[in-house]
DNA sequence: CATTTGTTAGGCAAAATTGCCATGTAGTTT
DNA sequence: AAACTACATGGCAATTTTGCCTAACAAATG
C-alpha cells in the first residue's frame, strides 16, 4: 500500500484534532453554514473561525460556495460520518487494552 | 447525534496528526510489532518511539500485550484502515473546492 | 459611494507538542 | 542476587499551535 503525500495525510487529521474544529464539523454535519453563522454557534472572533475554516479546507474536509454576500462551507466527505462514529468507538474503547473495536 | 466525549475525539485525531505516528500505524497494519523493531523502522530515541506509543494506545487506537520481555503492539481497530483511504482521497481533493470525495 | 461579509497578514503572549537525556522499573538470564 | 534486556517515565529546552487583536483588502449589495 503505497502512502500517500505524509504531509496531506497529517494535514487531515490536524485539521480535526481540535475542539472547537471538531464542533464546526458537527455544525457543518446538519448542512451549509455560512461563517457568521457558524460564528455564532461556536463564540470568538470571526479572524479565528475564518483561520480554522480555511485550514480545513486546505485540507480538502471542507469546500466553499460564495452566495451572494455569504461565504458558504459545507463537508466535502460523506465518509467523515463512519469516520467520526468509528472514532467514537475507539475513543469509548481506550481503557481496555484487550478488546478491539471493529 | 450525541457527541462523545469531545476531549477523546480530539485525542484520537491528536494522535493521528503526527508523521511518525502515522508510520507507526502503517507498520502496525502488517501485523504485531514490539517497542524496538518499531523503533529499528521509524528511527530516533526509544523513549521518545515509546511515548509515541503509550500517547496512541491511551487515544484508543492500539492496544499492547506484554510477550515475555517485549511489548507487543497492535491495531485495535480494523476500521482504521478505510479510514486511512478515505483520508488519502480527500487530501488527494485538496485543490478542488467544489468537487466532493466520496 | 457606503455597508456588509469575509479573507488575510502581522504581532504577541499563553499553552501545547516534540525529542533527547537520564533515570526508574519489570521480567529474564546466569 | 547480580547483571542484563526491553520499556516507561520525568525533566527540560526548542519549536509549534492557538486565540485575540488590529488593520488592510476584496467582493457583493443597496
Redesign the interface.
Known amino acids: 500500500?503505497a502512502?500517500?503525500?505524509?504531509?496531506?495525510?497529517?494535514?487531515?487529521?490536524?485539521a480535526?484534532?481540535?475542539?472547537t474544529r471538531?464542533?464546526i464539523i458537527?455544525i457543518l454535519?446538519q448542512g451549509t453554514r455560512c461563517v457568521s453563522e457558524i460564528e455564532k454557534s461556536v463564540g470568538g472572533d470571526m479572524s479565528t473561525v475564518s483561520k480554522h475554516l480555511s485550514l480545513m479546507?486546505?485540507?480538502?474536509?471542507i469546500?466553499?460556495?460564495k452566495g451572494g454576500l455569504h461565504m458558504n462551507y459545507e463537508i466535502?466527505?460523506?465518509?467523515?460520518d463512519?469516520?467520526?462514529r468509528?472514532?467514537?468507538?475507539?475513543?469509548?474503547?481506550?481503557v481496555l487494552?484487550?478488546?478491539?473495536?471493529?
Do not use: Y
Open positions: 500500500m502512502l500517500t503525500e505524509p504531509k496531506a495525510r497529517v494535514a487531515v487529521f490536524k480535526l484534532a481540535h475542539p471538531l464542533e458537527q454535519s479546507r486546505k485540507a480538502g474536509l469546500g466553499s460556495k466535502a466527505c460523506g465518509c467523515l463512519g469516520f467520526l468509528c472514532v467514537d468507538s475507539l475513543a469509548g474503547n481506550r487494552d484487550d478488546q478491539l473495536c471493529c
